[in-house]
């Protein structure tokens, strides 16, 4: 069935980069997302990419994505405390009704 | 912003009660959806509503879950006989259609079943 996988736990220094990565099954999946999930907060939408996009940008955010290896990637530039919480990689099919969410990655950010 | 409400944000319930937690969609949007979230797992997708039925649910969703909208405006998750594995943190969830790409969800409930 359809899966998402991504790695439990991060650590980066303040100002460093951050990036999480994510593997989906699903070669179907439309939309891939990435959702920020803070304590005792619901879940963010914090972006998405389109499957027929190799890159997005969004201020310090940039998502790649590798279609053919399943592959995607979130880079957080000038990472800051505050960016620390827990970054979900989710897939969506077109019509389809069902997010396929990773287990989330937990992102420690040190001063 | 609108945003989806959840209410209330912690249940605490005996095993083999009923419980039923309820959400505020934002007020446009067509698709609802409830998730859940084991401590330390995935989230899971339950169920998605649409036109007052229910357009798809997963394995998870058998005969002990319900969800209604009674007054067009609460969406409501209703466990008949609640497990003890039945503790997770729900999420509602709402979009304004089939082709928006953008899934908006309310803050949780936790539900501890003892």
């Known amino acids: 069935g359809e899966d998402v996988e991504q790695s439990l736990f991060l650590s980066v220094r303040e100002g460093d980069s951050s990036v999480i990565n994510c593997t989906y099954t699903d070669s179907s999946s439309t939309y891939l997302y990435w959702y920020k999930q803070e304590p005792g907060a619901g879940l963010q939408l914090l972006t998405y990419i389109f499957s027929n996009m190799d890159m997005k940008q969004d201020q310090r955010l940039t998502v790649l994505l590798n279609k053919k290896d399943k592959h995607l990637s979130l880079r957080i530039a000038d990472t800051q405390t505050g960016d620390s919480a827990i970054y979900f990689c989710?897939?969506?099919?077109?019509?389809?009704?069902?997010?396929?969410f990773g287990a989330g990655t937990r992102l420690f950010v040190k001063a | 912003e609108p945003e989806v409400t959840q209410t209330p944000s912690h249940q605490v319930t005996q095993m083999g009660q009923e419980v039923i937690l309820r959400c505020v969609p934002i007020?446009?949007?067509?698709?609802f959806y409830w998730y859940r979230q084991i401590l330390g797992q995935k989230v899971e997708f339950l169920v998605s509503f649409y036109n007052n039925e229910i357009s798809e649910k997963s394995e998870i969703f058998d005969d002990q879950f319900s969800v209604e909208r009674p007054d067009g405006s609460n969406f409501t998750l209703k466990i008949r006989s609640t497990k003890l594995e039945d503790s997770a943190m729900y999420f509602c969830a709402s979009d304004p259609g089939t082709r928006s790409e953008k899934l908006f969800f309310g803050s949780g409930t936790q539900l501890s079943v003892l």
């Open positions: 989710a897939a969506r099919g077109t019509g389809g009704f069902k997010t396929i």
């Open positions: 007020s446009n949007h067509l698709y």
